[in-house]
């Protein structure tokens, strides 16, 4: 722990059923005027926004260009004029959220995008359909296989969202859409949005559509909770860790990097805008 601490690598604790417990870091090498502004832009409900919305634009356009790559790919085997018109649904909110500078108002717009997504998320599932299904979100704790899933996935790319802001000066418990709150990392969960749909839940559909996951691989607890088996959890994590390392090039950087370098790119990118040498906070937009 003190060799990764010394190289700014973090650890996470998670329970058997993936819910988080800890994060271990090294000592804070923030820069203080960094934090300082972002304190100060947090404490503004409408400086908040401002950054806020340009999460949930990279969200919503990665949730919209999920749906539109579905009705490319598999035109035969899902309803095309129900993904259209949530398509066209969802570039109408990005419209609104994009001229929004109040947070509850924003939480809205999210709320009906997300609402929409979910609606066809049963349908991007190809494979293995009597055994992963997806009804709606649950959580604490997950009642069925892909929901158990995604709960760790979730959990995984907030710890990497959470270390890569701690890396470039921030903290990750200070938020603009999400707000203060003890013990949550709500920065973390801010950046995230926007590589929810295009990292965790594409990650997830990739294993339950390629059969790397089964049925076996899960345990339904005598209270409906979903687990997934300790060997399916390692290969769950291999699986993530591989994913990590594949290469794209940054659709704002035009950089080539790695997957698991993204939320990293995110939090220099935030940090920028934060110290004004960039007008806005570029929110990742995959194509």
């Known amino acids: 722990m003190g060799y ?5 690598i973090s650890l996470m604790f998670l ?9 271990v870091i090294g000592p804070s090498k923030g820069n203080v005027v960094l934090r300082k502004k972002q304190y100060l832009l947090s404490e503004d409900e409408q400086s ?4 806020a919305r340009n999460f949930i634009i990279g969200k919503i356009y990665n949730h919209k260009w999920m749906l539109e790559r579905m009705t490319r790919d598999y035109p035969m085997r899902i309803d095309v004029e129900q993904f259209k018109e949530i398509s066209g649904h969802l570039s ?3 419209l609104e959220v994009r001229a929004c500078e109040e947070l509850d108002r924003l939480r809205g717009l999210e709320g009906q995008a997300a609402v929409s997504y979910n609606r066809l998320f049963d349908q991007m599932i190809l494979q293995q359909k009597e ?6 979100r649950s959580r604490r704790p997950p ?6 899933m995604l709960s760790l996935a979730y959990t995984l790319l907030a710890h ?4 890569a802001l701690e890396a470039v000066g921030l903290d990750a418990y200070v938020g603009f859409l999400h707000r203060d709150r003890p013990g949550r990392a709500s920065l973390a969960l801010d950046l995230m949005e926007e590589l929810r749909g295009i990292v965790a839940d594409k990650f997830v559909l990739s294993l339950i559509n390629k059969k790397l996951v089964r049925k076996e691989d899960f345990v339904k607890k005598e209270n409906g909770a979903v687990i997934m088996t300790d060997e399916a959890r390692k290969k ?4 993530w860790q591989t994913k990590k390392q594949e290469s794209l090039t940054h659709p704002y950087l035009g950089e080539k990097i790695t997957w698991g370098l993204v939320p990293h790119a995110q939090a220099l990118l935030l940090a920028r805008h934060l110290r004004n040498d960039l007008d806005e906070y570029p929110p990742f937009l995959w194509k």
């Open 15 to 23: 329970t058997m059923n993936g819910r988080f417990l800890a994060r």
């Open 143 to 148: 009642l069925d296989n892909v929901n158990a």
């Open 48 to 51: 908040s926004a401002r950054i």
């Open 92 to 94: 109408s909110i990005m």
């Open 4 to 8: 990764c601490a010394e190289r700014n």
């Open 160 to 163: 990497d969202t959470a270390s």
């Open 131 to 136: 055994d992963f299904y997806f009804h709606s």
């Open 236 to 239: 769950f994590l291999t699986a």
